[in-house]
């Protein structure tokens, strides 16, 4: 028997998926589980259960009407006699129904949008989200557990020239941006806290995340600042979790970066804005007293931080302190 198990986007979401599909999988050794998930992606899942394989999801190729059908005529090959959907969103259910009317059984992630008004209006705490994909193999019928501790990095490297050796060093990994305005603490005051932490003995810096232009302010600042280096854009996911497993701290505000540092069992300082940890998406096995939340009263605006600030000023970022963030990166808190 095998279950597809549908999550092609986006990285955060889908490195958040790994805890319940490790889980599912190692504790159904006879079932044969298919994850359909960015071709990019797949790197992430470093030691899969030998009972996961991967479908590749190509974003250009499975684009619009043509594009759907071509994934369904992948997917006509595979012997899928169930269906974890742990995306619900508009393509998915197409794939959804399409098995729904050969008569598998399907069961889609229970996203609690009828609770996120109310997280946003009366602070109330949302149910973790990994556990939610969970929840989907259970409705499956599947009896599972938590069994997921950390990827297994052995034998992965580090991008080449990225790390030497640690000796008796702090690294600190330093992730400053995310996919939504909303959540990026602002980039000079980060800038100053990379500057800080530079000029502190035994300390060295590793910057991750970002796209284009992200990364030529990245390098910037390892062009600039004394033991920083840029880890980003040179290798594969599966290289950059080795280098993130080699720190002793990764700073992220709540984006993909703090999932992928929770994986491989890094302790994550997460900088939250327009989220807080009561959306439910702080990563796996990590302390709330490692999430910095200026606790403003407007504070969350929203659940995944895609709306503008109401007040205009970013007040739940600006009003965060640089020297305490410092404190909590190097444990004086």
Not at 43 to 60: E, W
Not at 248 to 264: E, G, K, R, W
Not at 278 to 298: K, L, N, P, T, Y
């Amino acid at each position: 028997m095998s279950v597809l198990i549908t999550r092609t986007s986006a990285l955060g979401d889908v490195a958040m998926t790994i805890p319940a599909v490790y889980s599912v999988a190692r504790q159904n050794p006879s079932v044969n589980f298919v994850m359909l998930t960015d071709k990019r992606f797949a790197p992430m899942f470093v030691g899969a259960p030998q009972n996961l394989r991967f479908l590749p999801y190509d974003k250009t190729l499975h684009h619009g009407i043509k594009g759907t059908w071509r994934l369904l005529r992948m997917l006509n090959h595979e012997d899928i006699k169930m269906v974890a959907d742990l995306h619900n969103v508009l393509r998915s259910w197409i794939v959804d129904a399409a098995f729904l009317i050969r008569g598998r059984k399907v069961r889609m992630l229970d996203k609690g949008r009828r609770f996120r008004k109310g997280i946003v209006n009366s602070h109330s705490p949302s149910k973790e989200f990994t556990l939610r994909y969970f929840d989907v193999f259970r409705r499956l019928g599947f009896s599972i557990w938590s069994s997921f501790d950390q990827l297994d990095m052995e034998g992965v490297e580090p991008p080449e020239g990225t790390m030497g050796e640690k000796g008796g060093e702090r690294w600190i990994g330093i992730a400053p941006f995310a996919r939504y305005t909303t959540k990026i603490f602002p980039t000079e005051r980060m800038e100053n806290i990379v500057r800080k932490l530079s000029t502190m003995a035994g300390v060295r810096l590793f910057l991750f995340g970002g796209g284009k232009e992200e990364t030529a302010i990245l390098q910037r600042w390892a062009d600039t600042y004394p033991r920083t280096q840029i880890v980003t854009g040179r290798g594969s996911l599966d290289h950059e979790l080795a280098a993130m497993q080699r720190l002793d701290v990764m700073v992220s505000m709540d984006s993909a970066n703090m999932h992928l540092a929770s994986l491989v069992g890094v302790r994550v300082v997460s900088i939250w804005g327009g989220t807080t940890p009561e959306c439910g998406f702080i990563g796996w096995h990590q302390s709330d007293i490692d999430a910095i939340v200026s606790r403003v009263a407007c504070q969350p605006c929203s659940i995944s931080g895609n709306k503008q600030c109401r007040r205009g000023d970013m007040l739940c970022m600006t009003s965060l302190n640089e020297e305490y963030i410092i404190d909590k990166i190097m444990d004086k808190e």
